[in-house]
């Protein structure tokens, strides 16, 4: 049950694109103003010399405002580039790049200040024959509804993530191990009570999970790691 390509987001390519596209922002960025200091010979020396001679100030003044203008805008594109680099394309979640990003903050916060939180790896069971039996489409309902009972389960504080075709990962802050484990199992009965249906019919929904506790000493790696072992040996028991 291994990552749906047709599920699974944005790739590695993809995340790659949008890096090189905020690049090429920025060197948008630079053009401008370059082209603007050769203008209005600013870096030339010539600025002062404009000045003593009485320059056009109101021209000068509406090319600073445009080119203001145009860096805010470049600046808003920049941030909507790196929203889709970290948010999935299917359900209203950070994806493995954005998840990943949040653990570091976890994992740094352990670090400073001793703070106990904790990681569940959650696998979708049976998504790959959903997918064969009903479609796609069935399949991509059956992972929002899953995403929308994971987030409707825990608090705002907590951070849910789609971390590939059939898995997510939910941080869980300032949390023993306790009730980490407290919390899996309440996700685990919410899930398989849900009523997800296909054309008139019902059709059972499961999940596994894994908990892993974060501590200030590990990379995220680590966490994901001892999270998806735990997770699969769960699968092997039940």
Not at 129 to 153: P, Y
Request: with cysteine.
């Amino acid at each position: 049950m291994r990552i749906l390509a047709r599920q699974s987001g944005l790739g590695r390519d993809d995340a790659r694109k949008v890096t090189f596209a905020a690049k090429q922002l920025y060197f948008e960025w630079f053009g401008i103003a370059l082209c603007f200091g050769r203008q209005s010979g600013i870096g030339s020396g010539a600025m002062s010399n404009k000045v003593n001679d009485g320059p056009d100030v109101d021209r000068l003044t509406d090319e600073i405002d445009q080119l203001r203008e145009k860096v805010a805008q470049l600046q808003e594109r920049v941030k909507d580039l790196d929203q889709l680099a970290h948010q999935d394309t299917l359900v209203d979640l950070p994806n493995r790049r954005g998840f990943m990003r949040a653990l570091e903050r976890f994992i740094d916060r352990a670090s400073r200040y001793g703070e106990h939180s904790a990681m569940l790896y959650v696998d979708l069971d049976g998504l790959k024959i959903i997918n064969d039996s009903f479609g796609h489409n069935v399949g991509d309902r059956a992972l929002i509804e899953v995403a929308g009972r994971l987030v409707g389960g825990v608090r705002r504080s907590d951070v849910v993530a789609r971390i590939g075709g059939d898995e997510f990962a939910i941080l869980l802050a300032h949390s023993d191990e306790a009730s980490a484990r407290d919390t899996a199992m309440r996700l685990v009965d919410l899930i398989a009570a849900c009523d997800f249906k296909h054309d008139g019919s019902g059709l059972p929904l499961s999940v596994a999970m894994g908990v892993a506790m974060i501590t200030g000493e590990d990379t995220p790696d680590e966490v994901i790691a001892r999270a998806d072992r735990e997770m699969y040996r769960r699968k092997a028991a039940a």
